[in-house]
């Protein structure tokens, strides 16, 4: 249902939210195509290391799958962000 990003110290929390009426099986997050993580447990949250380059864009995508294991596409991605905030 939605995507929160919060940066910390060369690390960055992408969190989600997903609501399904069966549940949530897990929530699988994305940082250009690649999956660096899942959670079974709200609130959905994935520690991201964020690579030392400047200037880089990365597109982040978080996807949920119910208990009837059904993929649901994303509800929101955060197409572009470009890593500036160790300048």
Request: with cysteine; hydrophobic share 35%.
């Amino acid at each position: 249902n939605g995507v929160a990003l919060q940066a910390r110290k060369g690390a960055m929390i992408i969190q989600a939210t997903a609501a399904d009426l069966s549940g949530i099986l897990n929530v699988k997050f994305f940082v250009n195509g690649s999956q660096k993580c899942s959670d079974t447990t709200a609130p959905y949250t994935c520690n991201w290391g964020v690579p030392a380059a400047k200037n880089v864009t990365y597109t982040l995508k978080a996807t949920a799958t119910d208990k009837k294991n059904k993929a649901k596409p994303p509800c929101y991605s955060k197409p572009r962000y470009k890593k500036n905030f160790y300048q």
